[in-house]
């Protein structure tokens, strides 16, 4: 089992990535009444998801003959969930131009529940994969 998060740089890259999206959610949802920039919380979150995804694309090696296969509803709920994120990024600059922290606030609960979801789709189908 230890192979499967630690067997290659991108396996250790994107299991750091996971732990460290791991604990910046527990103190984001811990501490919300405390948080004043929500502006920086939504970006850390952002680039956080978009890291992950990228790392996670390539340690399993999406598109090649042996990876991560691109058919199929996990390939494409993962991709509208990235959308999504985009989508939520998009529409928190655009507020951002308006001086609304609000969109941030609760933007930042949509892409923590996005980083949730798309982490407990490619972890599971990995160690479904492992295990079978």
């Known amino acids: 089992m230890l192979n499967l998060y630690f067997s290659s740089v991108p396996s250790i890259i994107s299991t750091v990535l996971i732990l460290g999206a791991a604990c910046f959610i527990i103190y984001v ?50 991709c509208v969930l990235g959308i999504l994120g985009f989508i939520v990024l998009i529409i928190g600059l655009l507020s951002k131009l308006g001086k609304s922290n609000v969109v941030f606030h609760y933007g930042s609960y949509i892409l923590i529940a996005i980083i949730i979801i798309k982490t407990l789709l490619v972890e599971g189908k990995r160690i479904i994969t492992f295990l079978s």
């Not at 952002?46 to 390939?75: E, W």
């Open 29 to 78: 949802l811990k501490n919300h009444m405390d948080h004043r920039y929500w502006g920086r919380i939504f970006i850390v979150l952002f680039v956080m998801g978009l890291l992950m995804s990228i790392m996670s694309g390539t340690r399993d090696a999406i598109g090649t003959p042996n990876g991560f296969p691109t058919q199929g509803i996990l390939f494409i709920t993962l």
